[in-house]
């Protein structure tokens, strides 16, 4: 059972990236906004109730992933509501039945999130896609998140094409 973690800032192609890399090792993708939407059907983002709400959707997605043996490709955007612990506790759930986690870091220039946030795929599921809001969120540290367990790899998403991240992605995989 593997979990493969991709994370990044906004707007570095996570969903996008994250469907090609689901598709071709025929694995689902649990995209971060399925639990981000959920959560915010009933509470406003960051909320204690919001957070409680997000946390238990993943913890139980990765609890029953793991014990079913389901790989699964999963999105991450490391932001400040998130509570470092429950990644610690997400990567536990997985080790603790055998199945690992591999990190994949998707890199993206703070310029180019600003040019790629009002693109219209972003609206499709409810992003973040207003440049002002983002830099404002930045600026009080809503994105400052410790670092990420060390990825077994690093993609430039703006040298390269989400076709090709995902190659890139899915050849590093097997060949582990």
Request: aromatic residues 8%.
């Amino acid at each position: 059972m593997r979990v493969v973690f991709i994370h990044g800032p906004a707007a570095s192609g996570k969903h996008t990236i994250g469907t090609l890399v689901a598709q071709a090792l025929g694995i689902p993708l649990f995209h971060n906004h399925l639990a981000v939407d959920a959560a915010l059907a009933l509470f406003e983002f960051g909320s204690a109730g919001f957070r409680a709400m997000r946390a238990a959707i993943w913890s139980v997605a990765f609890e029953q992933a793991a014990a079913s043996g389901r790989s699964f490709v999963f999105t991450f955007h490391p932001e400040a509501s998130v509570d470092p612990a429950l990644i610690d506790a997400l990567i536990a759930a997985v080790r603790e039945r055998g199945g690992e986690v591999v990190f994949v870091e998707l890199l993206c220039s703070p310029a180019a999130v600003l040019q790629r946030l009002g693109q219209p795929s972003r609206h499709r599921f409810g992003k973040l896609t207003d440049p002002v809001l983002y830099r404002s969120i930045e600026d009080s540290g809503g994105f400052v998140f410790p670092p990420l367990p060390a990825p077994a790899l690093r993609v430039d998403t703006e040298t390269l094409t989400p076709e090709q991240s995902a190659a890139a992605i899915v050849a590093a995989l097997r060949q582990r």
